[in-house]
T-cell receptor
Framework: KQEVTQIPAALSVPEGENLVLNCSFT??????LQWFRQDPGKGLTSLLL?????REQTSGRLNASLDKSSGRSTLYIAASQPGDSATYLC???????????FGTGTRLTVIP | GAGVSQSPSNKVTEKGKDVELRCDPI?????LYWYRQSLGQGLEFLIY????????KSGLPSDRFSAERTGGSVSTLTIQRTQQEDSAVYLC??????????????FGSGTRLTVV
């Protein structure tokens, strides 16, 4: 069974710092990998989706990379802002599957 | 509606009682998913609907859990004889089926279930 792990579980950084969140998965037969943001009491918001054939995706200050062979993805956040404070989840979709396997998330706090 | 709507937002129930959780997906989204998020755990897949049928129920943890979808729209997740380990946030998501790559999941805000 696919297992998705996120490290660290929590991270606190001062405003303006660049940071990296890590995600690893055990089965490399994935269809795609997606990064979500979850704010307290709210649903998940999709940030970036990387297809299995891609190496990275960028959106504004966010950059996600994928190394399928090693089972790893990173989410890079540049010039962090207090509004970036949230829990970040990565999720993989396996080839032929309909559902997503989620990691346990990294809770990010950006200190003003 | 504009988003995925879930009700109730919070539910406290006594152990042994039955509960129903409702999900109202975005109009036109034929695919609907239920996930469970327990404290300190990642989101756990429960069931997937395509239209009114559920081709994948593999995540339902026991026969106390069931779900249905009617009219290709609203879905209800029912938990019978609730146990304390059922306490979690139950999240619903929908997407257009013509979205084969998996873009465009829209999640609801969830129902926080507490079994006392």
């Amino acid at each position: 069974k696919q297992e998705v792990t996120q490290i660290p579980a929590a991270l606190s950084v001062p405003e303006g710092e660049n940071l990296v969140l890590n995600c690893s998965f055990t089965d490399s037969a994935i269809y795609n990998l997606q990064w979500f943001r979850q704010d307290p009491g709210k649903g998940l918001t999709s940030l970036l989706l990387i297809q299995s054939s891609q190496r990275e995706q960028t959106s504004g200050r966010l950059n996600a990379s994928l190394d399928k062979s090693s089972g790893r993805s990173t989410l890079y956040i540049a010039a962090s802002q207090p509004g970036d404070s949230a829990t970040y989840l990565c999720a993989v979709r396996e080839t032929g599957a309909n559902n997503l396997f989620f990691g346990t998330g990294t809770r990010l706090t950006v200190i003003p | 509606g504009a988003g995925v709507s879930q009700s109730p937002s919070n539910k406290v129930t006594e152990k042994g009682k039955d509960v129903e959780l409702r999900c109202d997906p975005i109009s036109g989204h034929t695919a609907l998913y239920w996930y469970r998020q327990s404290l300190g755990q990642g989101l756990e897949f429960l069931i997937y609907f395509q239209g009114n049928s559920a081709p994948d129920k593999s995540g339902l943890p026991s026969d106390r859990f069931s779900a249905e979808r009617t009219g290709g729209s609203v879905s209800t997740l029912t938990i019978q004889r609730t146990q304390q380990e059922d306490s979690a946030v139950y999240l619903c998501a929908s997407k257009i089926s013509s979205d084969p790559l998996g873009y465009g999941y829209t999640f609801g805000s969830g129902t926080r279930l507490t079994v006392v």
